[in-house]
Nanobody, 117 residues
Framework: QVQLVESGGGLVQPGGSLRLSCAAS????????MGWYRQLPGKQRELVAS???????DYADSVKGRFTISRDNAKNTVYLQMNSLKPEDTAVYYC???????????WGQGTQVTVSS
């Protein structure tokens, strides 16, 4: 079993920045692909960014050049640095851990990000 705890969400003005953190416990962190997803009310959860243990990263087109995912395997933590935030980035952001080569994955509880003036 893996526990994921997100932090760092909040209210920010358009053009501002936030950094989300996700701390994982109860796992061999390096065996998991770590990802960030977001969900708007009434919409499906969508992938924002993901990173393998080898630190190969993928991003949704809508966030390329603005968001950066990183991970610290020694601290069992994954981060999402969000710059140049836009109102359309407003959503609940979820951390995800997927065990490599299996259908096993876990979710955090989510953290609200609101971009508004």
């Amino acid at each position: 079993q893996v526990q994921l705890v997100e932090s760092g969400g909040g209210l920010v003005q358009p053009g501002g920045s936030l950094r989300l953190s996700c701390a994982a416990s109860g796992t061999a962190f390096s065996l998991y692909i770590m990802g960030w997803y977001r969900q708007l009310p009434g919409k499906q959860r969508e992938l924002v960014a993901s990173m393998s243990s080898g630190e190969s990263a993928d991003y949704a087109d809508s966030v390329k050049g603005r968001f950066t995912i990183s991970r610290d395997n020694a601290k069992n933590t994954v981060y999402l640095q969000m710059n140049s935030l836009k109102p359309e980035d407003t959503a609940v952001y979820y951390c995800n851990a997927k065990l490599v080569g299996t259908p096993i994955y876990y979710w955090g509880q989510g953290t609200q990000v609101t971009v508004s003036s």
